[in-house]
């Protein structure tokens, strides 16, 4: 397995944090959204424990991760932080599901039941109750994990009875477009998706995780609440890291 990792420049960290801030505050005043209202999720998968600590210090408080051993092998490094929320953002296997359940704050990629049971079997022998949120399959083929929209009803009647679960709302990465105004259908998409669950599962599904450094604007224009931003924040990944899997 290849380690690399992500080169990064610490004083480039604060100014694409003041840019990305930027960019959420016009992209709220244009929806007629607050700032505040919005979760910045900074992705830190590729990047060393020393790139976190910097983005830690100059105020950001979520990160999202998308390997489990690479976080296992960070967090040893980062245990003062406080107040941090750790999220976990890749496609998990089952057999990962015992350390996920430790070692993260919220599993943002929960794709199916069996994997939730997983989950909830998990959080209950550590103890507590884990966050996750439903990632929903948008856009067909060109998109890879994820729940289809055909079965998200019945995932998440299926979750809400999980008592070592608690389901916040969905997250979904759209395909990829090179004018990144195509993906505002598949934002609105989710957003009706969330609002469409809520009434049915009769459950405050607040979260709405989607937007990545490329397409965040057209995101909380359409009502994300948090959005997910790697390569704006702390540069380009080493290329192994992507495809980083579970
Ligand atoms: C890598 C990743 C991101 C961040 O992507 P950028 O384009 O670098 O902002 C967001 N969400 C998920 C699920 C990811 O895997």
């Known amino acids: ?30 929806a007629g959204r607050r700032a505040d209202e919005i979760t910045l999720v900074a992705v830190s998968k590729t990047f060393p424990a020393e ?28 245990e003062d932080l406080q107040g941090a929320t750790w999220h976990l953002i890749g496609h998990l296997q089952g057999n990962k599901a015992k350390k996920a359940a430790r070692q993260f704050d919220r599993v943002d990629s929960v794709d199916s039941l069996e994997l939730a049971r997983r989950l909830d079997a ?10 996750i949120l439903l990632e929903v399959k948008l856009g067909g083929e060109e998109t890879k994990s994820g729940i289809a929209v055909a079965e998200l009803a019945a995932t998440a009647e299926g979750v809400t009875s999980l008592e070592s679960l608690e389901l916040r709302g969905l997250m979904a990465i759209p395909p990829y477009f090179g004018d990144p105004a195509r993906a505002r259908p598949f934002f609105r998409e989710l957003r009706q998706l969330r609002d469409d669950l809520t009434r049915q599962t009769n459950r405050e599904l607040c979260v709405l995780s989607m937007g990545m450094s490329h397409d965040f604007e057209f995101a909380i224009e359409e009502g994300a609440t948090e959005i997910r931003v790697g390569t704006a924040l702390f540069g380009q990944r080493a290329k192994a890291g992507d495809a980083g899997q579970n």
Do not use: C
């Open 122 to 131: 998990a959080a209950r022998e550590a103890g507590r109750r884990l966050a």
């Open 1 to 30: 397995m290849q380690r690399t990792s992500s080169a990064f420049e610490p004083s480039g960290i604060a100014a694409n944090l003041a840019l990305v801030r930027d960019r959420i505050a016009q992209a709220a005043a244009r």
């Open 51 to 78: 790139a976190i600590r910097m983005a830690y210090q100059i105020g950001v408080r979520h990160f999202g991760e998308n390997r489990v051993q690479e976080w296992e092998a960070k967090s040893a490094q980062l």
